[in-house]
């Protein structure tokens, strides 16, 4: 999903994509992108009649580099997130370690961390955000972009804003797959682990076979004392990263979780969940299901924005490709 060339600049004049979104799914690709698309957007030069030079969208590493070299290079500028600073690394698993190679941070220059957790990442970067009174908007959702004569309007579920430029630094899983199933929408039903303890005791079924899947249903076994089930539909866990497999190979043989390969979900019941391995039904007990079957890329915003997306297959899921000029 990367563009073709280096100004990362779509087929709509004055849109941007950089990060996640754009391809560069590791942390310290997704800065360096962040602030190297501000260098472009810089170039286009000040806005004359819009409320702001660049408007940035989403404030995950990408944003966040891209915040503070819009802050370096005095360029008017707001960042959208409708979560909170981070997003998705702050939904990672509890102590996650992340970020293992330097980076380029605007205003601080190379940032050498070696491993570090996830906590600490983003203390880091809420210190770094308060330190530069970053204009960040948080729990403010983007709903429409909407390219105007000079730039583009910016409706948000609070507000319409105006700017020359658009980056847009969103994840590719910013809204979750869902598994269609009944009994789906129960509130006992969620698309990612947050805090391990709050499953203590509790039968919990986690669903699909990627590295979020294995972290979520590893820790639950490891550290929540939960009686796991993990369920995928492929034949094997070969998306996920060695180690995380092996959480899982060590858990089973523990005896601390269940594994069910080649099951899907048919139905989501009160305190029970309907699953189809080989054909045959089996009611498995559950209090909790985490649903960690990826994301939705945000077609929809893209294709009124007027981003040209071509769209392909792969074997475990489906993507959408950005095209830029």
Known sequence: MCSSDLDFQTNVQGLFIAGELGGMGLIRNAIEQGHQAMDQIAKRGRATGEDYDVIIVG????GFSASLAALDKNLRYITLEQDTLG????HYPRGKLVM???A???RYGKVKFGEISKESLLSFWSKVAKD???NIAFQERVEAIVKTGGGF?????RRNLRGKSVLLTIGRRGSP???GVPGEESSRVVYRLIEPDQYRDKRVLVIGGGDSALEAAASLAEEANAAVTLAYRGNALGRAKPKNRARIDSNVAARKLD???ETEVVAIGEGRVVLNKGGQQHDVESDAVIVCAGGVLPTELLKKAGVEISTKFRSEEHTSELQSH
């Open 59 to 62: 404030a995950g590493p990408a």
């Open 104 to 106: 380029h941070l605007p």
């Open 100 to 102: 293992t190679a330097p």
């Open 153 to 157: 309007e910016v409706i948000t579920s």
């Open 132 to 134: 530069n009174d970053l």
């Open 177 to 179: 797959r869902q598994l």
């Open 259 to 261: 594994l069910w390969l």
């Open 87 to 90: 997003g998705t690394v702050a």
